[in-house]
Every structure is written in structure tokens, then in C-alpha cells.
T-cell receptor
């Protein structure tokens, strides 16, 4: 059974860079036709797609976040990461990592989510 | 890209059927059969209910069904049960090779 687990700082200061890691267990991140990605949810609000990285290395980013966002893969540790620069209070959210099957809209596997608060 | 449009709330009594709509454009919902639906309970990660417009994953009740007409996708839940209460989100692929969610719909079982 595939499992995803987010890890990160919990609290980030405004203007700094948010760095999150998703550790994948139960399957190799580099194999198969899958997109590994991030989705966030501000408190009390809806889901927002952040971006994906395909197992081939191709990246796809939300247009609204593209200038501040980098998603990368570390195959040796079976992890993928998100870096979001110049954060503001508007970036406060629960961040989920997830796996989407290639050639499909389905996201079956999600992490449990991690709350990131941007505050001084 | 703008969020897909969903009703903020819907409600129904146990045993009834309800439908949640998800309206986009020809650049997302209308252009591709890559629409999925997720159920979310408070404090939990979303759960896939329907993928690729109308495919129901194994383990999801056959009371859940999906469809699409033009730029609007729909999720129908028949034989409403108390456990169906929660938030529902649609998600679509776009012509920019990105994905967009709907604003979410709160389902209340009366």
C-alpha cells in the first residue's frame, strides 16, 4: 500500500522560503506513469492545485504560483519537495502531497496534510 | 486560471438523490474527459469518488455517479445516507497542462 507523508517547519516567517518534503513508501517514485504533486487548502477554504512533477522529471506549476515555486524529486530517498519563496500570510494553509496516475484525473493517494502558518 | 464553479451548498433527506454541478469552460471541463470528484470530511484528506468524468474507483459505493455535458460536469449521489455529508470538490485538467479545482460544495443530509 502506497503511503505519502509530508514534513516541514510548521511556521514560516513572511518573505522567507517554505520548504516541504513528501516521503513516499510502498512504491518507487521514479517508476511508472505518475505525477507527484502538491495541493493546499487555506483554513476554512477550498482546495488549490499547486503543481506536479512527473516521474520523467517534467514539472507543471499553477500560473499564480509559478514565479515563486519549485518542485523537485530526490529519487535516492524516494521523496519529492516543494519550495515556495517570498511567502505571505496568504500562503497559510494545509499542504497535501499526492500522486496522480498519468493519463487520468485520479488522485487515489494523499498525504495526511501538514498545516503551514506564515507569521512573524 | 479561475476556479471551477460549484454551488456553495446542497442538501437532501436520507434516501433522496442530489446532484452537484461543476461548471468550467471549453479549456478545461468541456475540453477533456479528465474530471474527478473528491469527498472531504473535516480534518481529513480528500477521498477520490469519481475519476475521468464517470469512473468509480473500487470501494466507492455505486450510489455515486458522474457525468458531463458541455462545460458542466455533475456528481449525483442517490439514496443519500448520513455518512455522505461533507464537502465535495471537482477537479479538471486544463489546456495549459495544469489542473484546477472547483470552489467546493457543502452537502448536508437533513
Amino acid at each position: 500500500q502506497l503511503q505519502l507523508q509530508e514534513s516541514g517547519p510548521g511556521l514560516v516567517k513572511p518573505s522567507e522560503t517554505l520548504s516541504l518534503t513528501c516521503t513516499v513508501s510502498g512504491g518507487a517514485i521514479s517508476s511508472g506513469d505518475f505525477h507527484w504533486g502538491w495541493i493546499r487548502q487555506p483554513p476554512g477554504k477550498g482546495l488549490e492545485w499547486i503543481g506536479n512533477i512527473h516521474s520523467s522529471g517534467s514539472t507543471y506549476y499553477s500560473p499564480s504560483l509559478k514565479s515563486r515555486l519549485t518542485i523537485s524529486v530526490d529519487t535516492s530517498n524516494n521523496q519529492f519537495s516543494l519550495n515556495l519563496s517570498s511567502v505571505t500570510a496568504a500562503d497559510t494553509a494545509v499542504y497535501y502531497c499526492a500522486r496522480r496516475r498519468g493519463g487520468s484525473s485520479e488522485i487515489v493517494y494523499w498525504g495526511q496534510g501538514i498545516l503551514i502558518t506564515v507569521s512573524s | 486560471q479561475s476556479a471551477l464553479t460549484q454551488p456553495a451548498s446542497v442538501s437532501g433527506s436520507p434516501g433522496q438523490s442530489i446532484t452537484i454541478s461543476c461548471t468550467g469552460t471549453s479549456s478545461d471541463v468541456g475540453g477533456y474527459n479528465y474530471v474527478s470528484w473528491y469527498q472531504q470530511h473535516p480534518g481529513k484528506a480528500p477521498k477520490l469518488m469519481i475519476s475521468d468524468v464517470s469512473n468509480r474507483p473500487s470501494g466507492v459505493s455505486n450510489r455515486f455517479s458522474g457525468s458531463k455535458s458541455g462545460n458542466t460536469a455533475s456528481l449525483t449521489i442517490s439514496g443519500l445516507q448520513a455518512e455522505d455529508e461533507g464537502d465535495y470538490y471537482c477537479n479538471s485538467y486544463t489546456s495549459s497542462s495544469t489542473w484546477v479545482f472547483g470552489g467546493g460544495t457543502k452537502l448536508t443530509v437533513l
